[in-house]
């Protein structure tokens, strides 16, 4: 076995295990820092970290094949997100960006809390995953 394709496999197979480990930290940073600045935005990161250690392991083409949907249209769903959870203030009289919290029992989850910033922080996730992921297959294909 040539000493290119040792190298390759074993990329190959650090990458499948990683991405999912990657993954799961990305989901957890997401609801830890939910709450607090900043925790859509690194989430966002580690996802796009994700995918873009696929795209170098496995190319443009393996990527395409696997996702469906563009990332410009990510980022827009992003920032609908975002600027919708800002302006749910000013529709009851209260400054842009003011959130709230609820706090109750749904059937078959039971008690559970959500903030308004959850939401906030999903469209900042989304933007994020967008936009990196935009950028770095766009530099791959020149």
């Given at each position: 076995m040539s000493r290119k394709r040792l190298n390759n496999l074993i990329m190959t197979y650090v990458a499948t295990r990683m991405v999912y480990l990657v993954l799961i930290f990305s989901l957890y940073l997401f609801?830890?820092?939910?709450n607090a600045p900043g925790g859509g935005f690194i989430a966002g990161l580690m996802t796009a970290a994700a995918i873009v250690l696929v795209y170098?392991?496995?190319?443009?083409n393996f990527l395409?094949?696997?996702l469906y949907y563009d990332f410009r249209?990510?980022?827009g769903i992003g920032l609908l997100f975002?600027?919708?959870c800002g302006m749910g203030g000013v529709l009851?009289?209260?400054p842009f960006l003011?959130?709230?919290?609820?706090a109750g029992s749904l059937?078959?989850?039971g008690h559970i809390e959500l903030a308004t910033a959850t939401i906030f922080d999903f469209g900042v996730y989304l933007v994020v995953v967008g936009g990196t992921v935009t950028i770095i297959t766009s530099i791959g294909e020149n």
């Open positions: 609801f830890a820092g939910h170098v392991t496995f190319g443009s395409q094949s696997q249209i990510l980022m975002s600027f919708g009851f009289g209260l003011t959130h709230t919290f609820f059937p078959l989850l």
